[in-house]
């Protein structure tokens, strides 16, 4: 097969050679990098990875295929991907019994534009050593200098919200996943839907949770009105601190029912407390992220993506401090116990990632009981 020239372009002028794949066209968007050694599928379908161009550090990608299982979204959110090699299966057959097709298939039906062949490693300590950057990815324009410039005309990721492009249009009870009924009351929870993963919603069917999704933007008094046991405010991309609607809708919810909120949920959550958030220098995406668990004493192995964080300094007093991360000394979960509230940072739903802290979505369930009990 004829291999088409590509080139990744960052807007500080570095730049790194390769081949284009899925689309063969252009992609644009903040570059960072993922350390997961699996999941490229539910990375790249990751709703939370809207706006940006995903790095995979591990070197090999594609050699198990896709299924349609492991979608976290409807689509492929992230807006083009880099890789050091991609698996293409000369025969088209990928060697795995889940596999329906192969990953570079799939990135051509979803219009995709992917480059590989590049060194991910130099990519990759760029990016640390400089913080994220704006990029394009393209196999139609291979002039360094005009994707440089073209890359520094692209919006920052700070005062952007992106949550209207990954919510869905109507609200809609999820039962897919696991059966709820574990033999106890099913509480009905409203997801404020920011960007939601399908491993969040079968998380909480497992956990006894019956979940509906309703779009980002619903009036608080519009899901109040159908009777739910409490909230879940769900992981998404861009900064949170744009999102003013968000922030007054979970203003609104403090205090009138239990609430739960994951990544982009604890984010707004902190704003709603009136706390402040701030932007990391290349942020945490991968699956390999020790947090020490304060309440339990325990250190979890957590899945992570995210670019922006809550500072604990600037958190309210009543705001108790559960979770920290040991890497970089940044904030990975609060609780605010007088409000029914918690958040955590990382994502315990794994996918991908492992399962270390999958107990808090039975602590949603056990507070929603709490709080019926004293009410």
Known sequence: MTQTP????LDDGASFSGFAHGARGEASGEVVFTTSMTGYQE???????CGQIVTFTTAHIGNYGVTPLDRQGNRLFACGAVFHDLFSPATGLIPHWRAEESLERSLAVAGLTVISGVDTRALTLHLRDNGVRNGIISALDLDRESLARRARELPSMHGRDLTGLVSCAEPYLYEDGPNPDTGKAVYR????????KRSILNSLRAAGIAPTVWPAATPVETVLASNPDGVFLSSGPGDPGACGYAIATVK???????????CLGQQLLGLALGASTYKLKFGHHGANQPVKDLDRGRVLITSQNHC??????SLPQSARITHWNLNDDTLEGFACDELAAFGVQFHPEGGPGPNDAKHLFVRF????????QAG
């Open 189 to 196: 929870v409203a997801v404020y839907d920011f960007g939601v």
């Open 365 to 372: 369930r056990k507070l929603m009981a709490t709080v019926q």
């Open 308 to 313: 922006f964080c809550v500072d604990p300094d």
């Open 6 to 9: 590509a080139l990744l372009v």
């Open 43 to 49: 990375t790249l379908s990751d709703p939370a990875y």
């Open 252 to 262: 609104a919810l403090l205090g009138r029912l239990p609430l739960f909120g994951i």
